[in-house]
């Protein structure tokens, strides 16, 4: 089985910073697309961030320029830097990988359980 593992959230002032993992464990061929995405309460889950396989990434507009996305292969783990938050980041943070448990088994889909990420004074 595969487990995502997020850490690193917690309350934190406008403007401060936090730097979220995610360690993906378990039986694991190859890791594809790995993504962030947050839900904040009474709304929607919503990406916040994607690095895919060849490197790229992909952000959403309203995290442009504050977060960045990396990962470390050899370890199977996708971060989260969060910089210049505000209070309108506050929600739950969820990791997301697209992996292949095995060379034959098809790409899919695995969720971490969230982490808590609070902006406010």
């Known amino acids: 089985q595969v487990q995502l593992v997020e850490s690193g959230g917690g309350l934190v002032q406008p403007g401060g910073s936090l730097r979220l993992s995610c360690a993906a464990s378990?039986?694991?061929?190859?890791?594809?697309?790995m993504s962030w995405y947050r839900q904040a309460p009474g709304k929607q889950r919503e990406l916040v961030a994607q690095?895919?396989?060849?490197?790229?990434?992909n952000y959403a507009d309203s995290v442009k320029g504050r977060f960045t996305i990396s990962r470390d292969n050899a370890k199977n783990t996708v971060y989260l830097r969060m910089n210049s938050l505000k209070p309108e980041d506050t929600a739950v943070y969820y990791c997301?990988?697209?992996?292949?448990?095995?060379?034959?088994?098809?790409?899919?889909?695995?969720w971490g359980q969230g982490t808590q990420v609070t902006v406010s004074s």
């Open positions: 997301h990988g697209i992996l292949q448990t095995y060379p034959s088994s098809p790409l899919a889909n695995y």
């Open positions: 378990g039986s694991i061929f190859r890791v594809n697309t």
């Open positions: 690095t895919y396989s060849s490197g790229s990434t």
